[in-house]
């Protein structure tokens, strides 16, 4: 923080409405803190890059005059979603060099996220990776409008577009999502009931429950980075899906979790390294497994991430 920026910290400070109470800017950020968050976290896939957009935003807040905001929510949505996409369109050329497949990295969450249906399912790993394939602007739009239903005009104010562009973009967005995006609703029910079969199958390490709970054209993605062994290229087949996970029997412990709004598998192997298994599901079968090992993506495994609409 520059020197600037911490006189009109204390300044704000001294301002506050009595002691130990925050000063009005600090306060009105803080309220919205996990809406910010949430918002970079779906623009960005990473909340590590997420909790780095909120300090920049945070910077540009202290300095904004509280007198001449009519709307802070959407002022700092606006600062939110411009630090996001200055930082997306550079993480985007890192993760061109990515070793292997790049997965988004786990959040694990509370219940209230998987009550929120929406909000769960737009922070899936499968939906994630969908927002992967739009364009960084396409990507805010589709966010801003289908989650946290955002009108044109504030949407247009964060991407520096006309609201009539922002329709068209909207429109654009909508499409190619819906054509990438998992066709078929799972309920809770039937989601735990999947969930639990296949723990139950890699846990004991049986083929055929594994077999029976996956579905044939499966997908595995392993994200190691470079880090950890994983593998380089997505595994395709009920088969030689389930001849890799059959191997991890005996060589570690599973545990159920929430992970982005969806019950997952937390896996610690003997040799110190963790991966976390996000698994897609569709025709009450196993349709996709994102498993993610790399240390450098588990970090925020500590405690539930605050995720908000």
Not at 190 to 195: M, P, T
């Amino acid at each position: 923080m520059s020197g600037t920026d911490e006189r009109r910290g204390a300044d704000r400070a001294d301002r506050g409405t009595g002691p130990g109470r925050p000063d009005p800017a600090t306060e009105v950020f803080l309220a919205h803190r996990n809406l910010l968050f949430t918002v970079a976290y779906e623009l960005l896939g990473s909340a590590t890059d997420a909790e780095d957009v909120l300090q920049e935003t945070w910077l540009r807040w202290i300095g904004v005059d509280l007198d001449a905001i009519r709307d802070e929510r959407a002022y700092l949505v606006r600062i939110t979603t411009r630090q996001a996409l200055t930082r997306l369109r550079t993480v985007r050329r890192r993760r061109e060099s990515y070793v292997g497949p790049w997965l988004p990295e786990p959040l694990l969450t509370a219940p209230d996220v998987a009550e929120d249906v929406e909000l769960a399912d737009s922070v899936s790993m499968a939906m994630l990776l969908v927002l992967e394939t739009l364009a960084p602007t396409e990507r805010a739009v589709f966010v801003l409008r289908e989650v946290f239903d955002l009108p044109y005009e504030q949407i247009a104010a964060a991407v520096d577009r006309t609201p009539a562009t922002v329709r068209q973009i909207a429109h654009r967005a909508r499409a190619h999502v819906a054509a990438r995006r998992p066709r078929e609703a799972v309920s809770a029910a039937q989601s735990r009931g999947v969930v639990e079969a296949f723990h139950r199958a890699v846990e004991t390490g049986d083929l055929q429950r594994l077999l029976d709970v996956l579905a044939p054209d499966v997908v595995l993605l392993t994200d190691g980075g470079g880090v950890v062994p994983a593998a380089l290229a997505p595994i395709v087949g009920a088969e030689q899906v389930a001849s890799v996970l059959g191997s991890i029997a005996g060589t570690a412990t599973l545990r159920s979790v929430l992970v982005n709004g969806h019950r997952s598998v937390f896996v610690r192997f003997d040799d110190g390294t963790a991966a976390v298994v996000a698994v897609r599901i569709g025709a009450g079968r196993v349709t996709g497994l994102y498993a993610v090992r790399n240390p450098e993506k588990l970090a925020h495994l500590d405690r539930p991430s605050p995720l908000r609409r």
